[in-house]
């Protein structure tokens, strides 16, 4: 059952995690981070009588009660030091070994300082790069043998897991058991290596001072293996490679980060706003048609996903907290809805009219974009002369089924829903209020067939044309951010302004009942 708790930051601000019962306080400090923008890795938590919280406990054994307000505050810059056991599977002799590391160690490292006997182990052992035949019979193509960690109830098996550092598993200090196996990846073995030279690409040792580990002169069998060397057939696996310098590995003074963050997707294709348009070939005679046109009109093809790209983008918590602003436009809305005003005349509608009227003069074309039941979409550019009856026709010319009966909805002046009248005498422009670029919805009428309302809307000819519709969500909450905060600086704006009023007026009050006089 999932319940809520709140991390306050230095600032008093406070941020809503909603956690489970096997959620870990590790995974709690970056939610809460990432909702701030801070890094984790220089942050931890603490209870509200300033008591630290072991992060690598999950939420049920961490003593914490569902609304639990906890303290962001800040973390030593100096790594702290882990005691870590790796206690080793039978096919290894069993036992275990013990060294003590900082927390920014990887559990790669780690690995690695054990399996070249730098690491409180008496000989040199093979963890890394193991290699297990293909075939029943111990012959056939190396296959890769992955290291699998089990710690404190996690399982690390992939590399992406084994690039964590000590700290991001919550361990700052303490002692932790790490229990090692082995599985078969079937993975050909070559192909690991190329991707364990990808993932692990520098190696660092153990600052010296800090455990029985610490040398400069860690030696392993990566650098070898990596470039395709031969198997040594004196060591315990005779299908692991020759031994030779350590291979790359994270560097343990730089916190493991996120990688690059991915680009928004709409339609499930990626959206950017670097992208241009394919420009028409110098060789192909005018006019040249875009591989998504067709007469001068854009296809669309329906998304591949149900959910709008706009609902699977994740919110960003800081855009519903209350500001100043806000509290200054809700209290001028306030005011101004309890003022008394008055309706206005027929002169003053006759100006906001002919105000109109200007504005849609000044009007030469607009973008229409026809959405089809199927979720396929037209764009079409049309002209200020261009009359409904003119959209109509260009609609049932694209349609599969162009002698069955449809309508074209819009939103109207008010934000209403609007019915597009089939008419000659009908302006876009000046009679139906279109500017800049306007959504038109195409509904079949009652007495459509069935065929047209579960068929493709669009001929074979636009459906092979059309493409994926691209759409920049960044672009565009800027845009949507810009245009809120003009309106919240106008809000403000006028707040001061009937303010100015209402101090004008309590002074002329004042002074036509004498107040102020000696």
Not at 72 to 80: D, G, I
Not at 294 to 309: D, E, H, L
Request: hydrophobic residues 35%; glycine residues 8%.
């Amino acid at each position: 059952m999932a319940s809520n708790v709140f991390v306050v930051d230095s600032s008093a601000k406070r941020t809503q995690v909603k956690v489970t019962p096997g959620k870990y306080l590790r995974e709690i400090l970056e939610e809460a981070c990432k909702s701030r923008k801070l890094n984790p890795e220089a942050y931890t938590l603490k209870t509200q009588a300033n008591k630290a919280l072991d992060l690598s406990q999950p939420f049920r054994l961490s003593g914490l009660s569902a609304g639990a307000k906890l303290q962001l505050v800040q973390a030593s810059r100096s790594p702290s030091v882990v005691s870590v056991a790796l206690q080793l599977p039978e096919s290894e002799g069993g036992g275990r070994l013990s060294d003590k590391f900082p927390s920014t160690t990887s559990l790669w490292k780690i690995l690695r300082k054990y399996e070249d006997g730098v690491a409180g182990a008496a000989q040199k052992l093979n963890l890394t790069q193991r290699g297990v035949p293909s075939g029943d019979s111990g012959s056939g193509r190396l296959l890769y043998e992955q290291p699998c960690l089990q710690i404190m109830g996690r399982d690390m098996e992939s590399f992406t897991d084994l690039q964590k550092t000590l700290a991001q598993l919550g361990l700052n200090g303490g002692s932790a058991l790490i229990k090692l196996s082995f599985k078969n990846s079937g993975q050909p073995l070559e192909e690991a290596m190329q991707e364990i030279s990808r993932y692990f690409a520098s190696v660092d040792t153990v600052p010296a001072g800090v455990g029985s580990s610490a040398t400069q002169d860690a030696r392993g069998a990566h650098a070898e293996a990596a470039n395709g060397s031969v198997p040594n057939a004196d060591a315990e696996n005779a299908a692991m490679p020759a031994e030779g310098e350590a291979g790359p590995e994270p560097n343990e003074d730089v916190p493991t980060t996120d990688g690059p963050t991915a680009p928004v997707v709409e339609n499930d294709v990626i959206a950017s706003s670097s992208e241009t348009q394919p420009q028409p070939p110098e060789d192909l005679p005018p006019p040249y048609e875009s591989l998504n046109t067709v007469n001068g009109i854009s296809v669309y093809r329906p998304p591949s996903n149900s959910t709008p790209a706009a609902a699977r983008a994740p919110d960003d918590p800081a855009i519903f907290e209350p500001t100043i602003a806000h509290a200054k436009a809700h209290q001028a809305a306030l005011e101004r809805a309890g003022r008394n005003t008055r309706l206005l005349s027929d002169k003053e509608l006759e100006e906001q009219e002919s105000a109109r009227q200007e504005k849609l003069a000044t009007v030469q074309s607009v973008v229409v974009r026809v959405r089809y039941p199927d979720q396929s979409m037209i764009e079409t550019t049309l002209t200020a002369t261009d009359t409904a009856a003119d959209l109509y026709t260009k609609v049932t010319d694209t349609l599969a089924s162009a002698s069955e009966p449809f309508e074209l909805r819009y939103l109207g002046a008010k934000a209403q829903p609007q019915t597009l009248p089939n008419s000659q005498s009908k302006r876009l422009v000046r009679d139906c209020g279109f500017r800049g670029k306007v959504l038109v919805t195409l509904a079949w009428s009652p007495d459509a067939s069935a065929k047209a309302r579960k068929g493709p809307s669009l001929k074979e000819e636009y459906r092979s044309r059309a493409t994926e519709l691209k759409v920049d969500l960044a672009s565009q909450q800027a845009v949507g951010e810009a245009a809120h905060k003009e309106a919240m600086g106008k809000a403000e704006q006028g707040g001061t302004k009937d303010g100015g009023k209402k101090g004008d007026m309590e002074a002329k009050l004042k002074k036509f009942m004498g107040f102020g006089k000696k």
